[in-house]
T-cell receptor
Framework: AQSVSQHNHHVILSEAASLELGCNYS??????LFWYVQYPGQHLQLLLK??????LVKGIKGFEAEFIKSKFSFNLRKPSVQWSDTAEYFC???????????FGTGTQLKVEL | GAGVSQSPSNKVTEKGKDVELRCDPI?????LYWYRQRLGQGLEFLIY????????KSGLPSDRFSAERTGESVSTLTIQRTQQEDSAVYLC?????????????FGEGSWLTVV
């Protein structure tokens, strides 16, 4: 069965700092990769997704992620974070053409003014 | 509806009691999922429904957990004889169908506390 690892559990940054959140998965076949975000008091929302094609995926609010197949990674990046990016970020993977997601444990990001 | 709706939003129950959690998916979505998130952990898949196909129950942690869905509408997740380790946020989600190209939309969750 596939699994997803997010190594950073808590990240604290100052506004305008650059962000990179790590995500690694274990599965040898074709994968679909996702980043979800949960802002305080809100439900989970899709940030971006990768199915095929260009491994550099652009999402909402200036976020991007790069799929590196050889490293089984799908790290999330943002060049300059804002206070409003404070949230919990979840990496997820689906396999086999289905839509059942396996999630990582999440990374709590706090952006300080 | 506009989004995935779940009720109750919060539930406190005594150990040993049964609870029912309800999910109303986005209208027209044939795929419906239940996930659980315990404190400090990621989301765990529980069960998913796709139209009239047999549900994928592979994530249900024990036979105390069951779920039903009537057609392509409301789903109910039932936990019998609740235990303290059942305390978690139970998240429902839906998508247009089970194809991986479809975005999964989540509800706000039902917070269950077993005391």
């Amino acid at each position: 069965a596939q699994s997803v690892s997010q190594h950073n559990h808590h990240v604290i940054l100052s506004e305008a700092a650059s962000l990179e959140l790590g995500c690694n998965y274990s599965y040898g076949g074709t994968v679909n990769l996702f980043w979800y975000v949960q802002y305080p008091g809100q439900h989970l929302q899709l940030l971006l997704k990768y199915f095929s094609g260009d491994p550099l995926v652009k999402g909402i609010k200036g976020f991007e992620a790069e799929f590196i197949k050889s490293k089984f990674s799908f790290n999330l990046r943002k060049p300059s974070v804002q206070w409003s990016d404070t949230a919990e970020y979840f990496c997820a993977v689906s396999t086999g053409g289905g839509n059942k997601l396996t999630f990582g444990t999440g990374t709590q990001l706090k952006v300080e003014l | 509806g506009a989004g995935v709706s779940q009720s109750p939003s919060n539930k406190v129950t005594e150990k040993g009691k049964d609870v029912e959690l309800r999910c109303d998916p986005i209208s027209g979505h044939t795929a419906l999922y239940w996930y659980r998130q315990r404190l400090g952990q990621g989301l765990e898949f529980l069960i998913y429904f796709q139209g009239n196909s047999a549900p994928d129950k592979s994530g249900l942690p024990s036979d105390r957990f069951s779920a039903e869905r009537t057609g392509e509408s409301v789903s109910t997740l039932t936990i019998q004889r609740t235990q303290q380790e059942d305390s978690a946020v139970y998240l429902c989600a839906s998508s247009l169908n089970r194809n991986s190209g479809n975005t999964i939309y989540f509800g706000e969750g039902s917070w269950l506390t077993v005391v």
